[in-house]
C-alpha cells in the first residue's frame, strides 16, 4: 500500500502547475465556502495545491488549520483520487466552520470529484 504522507510529489509546486488546471478544469465542485478546480493529469498520482487568500481568512492561525485539515483530507482521499491535479479556493466564511464541519465539507466535495472524474474517464474509454 502506498504511503499516505503529503511528499513534494503530491503538490503542484510552481505556476505552470496552477495554470494548467485554472486554464483546463474540467471537474469542479463548488460550495459557498469553497471552489475545488481539477483536471486529470498524466501520471497515476493525485496532486494538491492550495489557495487560501488573507482576503478571505484574515487570521493566519485559521488559514493554516484550514490547509492542515485540508492536506488531511486529500490524504485519506488520494487512493480514489487517482491522476488529478486539483486546486482548492477558500471562499469567505470557510473560517467560521469547526474542525468536524471542515472535514465533513471536504469528504464531500473530494466524493464528487472523485464521483466526476469517473464518469469522465468511463465516457472517454
Partial sequence: MPSKAFSKSLRLLNASDYQSVFNDASLRASHQH???????????????????????????????????????SFRQHQQQLGGVDAVVLARAGLDKLDNEQL???????????IKKAKQASESQS
Fill in 34 to 72: 469553497l471552489l475545488i478546480l481539477s483536471r486529470p493529469n498524466l501520471s497515476d498520482s493525485p496532486r494538491l495545491g492550495l489557495v487560501i487568500a488573507k482576503k478571505h481568512i484574515r487570521l493566519a492561525v485559521q488559514r493554516n488549520r484550514i490547509k492542515r485539515i485540508l492536506r488531511e
Fill in 103 to 113: 472535514h465533513k465539507l471536504f469528504r464531500k466535495q473530494w466524493g464528487r470529484i
